[in-house]
């Protein structure tokens, strides 16, 4: 007997509300808190258009934190192992070559016929 079991189901989440997990929901309630306090804040001295665009580029970020994975990690887990790499154990990795060949007949050729 065999149990078909299907390949997304790692990627199994459980939705709260409008189908949304409880990660995407709160930042969809942090996009939308910014873009509100950014509209109340700015209205009075950037005018209407300026304003709305400014909600929309402060909000995105926010809410692409929520939805969007990078390599299969999440905001906080691409936050963290960039963090880790570049901040906590960064290394410049030089690549230098050996020449096998030349290592085991450097004494051949040093022994070589030298012409005066």
């Known amino acids: 007997m065999e149990v ?3 390949r997304d189901i790692r990627e199994y989440s459980e ?3 409008f189908g949304m997990n409880l990660r995407q929901l709160a930042f969809s309630i942090a996009a939308i808190l910014i873009a509100v306090g950014l509209y109340f804040g ?6 209407m258009e300026v304003t709305s665009w400014l909600c929309m580029a402060g909000a995105a ?9 990078y390599h299969g990690m999440t905001f ?3 936050v963290r192992a960039w963090f880790i790499s570049e ?3 960064p290394e410049h990795l030089t690549f230098e070559g050996e020449n096998i ?3 085991i007949l450097e004494p051949v ?3 070589g016929d030298k012409r005066t």
């Open 15 to 17: 939705a709260i509300f």
């Open 4 to 6: 078909k079991i299907n």
């Open 87 to 89: 901040l906590l154990m």
């Open 42 to 47: 700015l209205i009075d001295l950037l005018g």
């Open 61 to 69: 970020p926010f809410a692409a934190m929520g939805f969007v994975k």
């Open 101 to 103: 060949y030349y290592m």
């Open 76 to 78: 906080e887990q691409l």
């Open 109 to 111: 050729i040093g022994k």
